[in-house]
Nanobody, 125 residues
Framework: DVQLQASGGGLVQAGGSLRLSCEVF????????IGWFRQAPGKEREGVACISPSDGQRYYKDFVKGRFTISSDSAKNTVYLQMNRLEPKDTAVYYC??????????????????WGQGTQVTVSS
């Protein structure tokens, strides 16, 4: 079975940092792209950043460029999302997901098929 386990969320003050981890089970890690998404209450799920571990290509949505960094560790089958300079509007449940689509780099949820359980990130003002 494919499983993704997201962790690392928590409560942080505005301007602070968190690092999320997504461990992937049941996939050949370098055969998929992995993305981070988030969903705030009452809003649609949106892409944040995506990476292809096999070649290191990565893409970011504009609203996190310069603040968030996605990376991967193939030895640990894990993708990370380092989040710096957090803002209250970053408050959401963060999910990781895998994609085998040729369109993975658009970081859109419709191109991602296996999802983890999510981890809550709350940024206080």
């Amino acid at each position: 079975d494919v499983q993704l386990q997201a962790s690392g969320g928590g409560l942080v003050q505005a301007g602070g940092s968190l690092r999320l981890s997504c461990e992937v089970f049941g996939f050949i890690f370098n055969d998929v792209a992995i993305g981070w998404f988030r969903q705030a209450p009452g809003k649609e799920r949106e892409g944040v950043a995506c990476i292809s571990p096999s070649d290191g290509q990565r893409y970011y949505k504009d609203f996190v460029k310069g603040r968030f960094t996605i990376s991967s560790d193939s030895a640990k089958n894990t993708v990370y999302l380092q989040m710096n300079r957090l803002e209250p509007k970053d408050t959401a449940v963060y999910y990781c997901a895998t994609s085998t689509s040729i369109n993975w780099s658009d970081c859109e949820a419709r191109n991602y098929g296996s999802w983890g359980q999510g981890t809550q990130v709350t940024v206080s003002s």
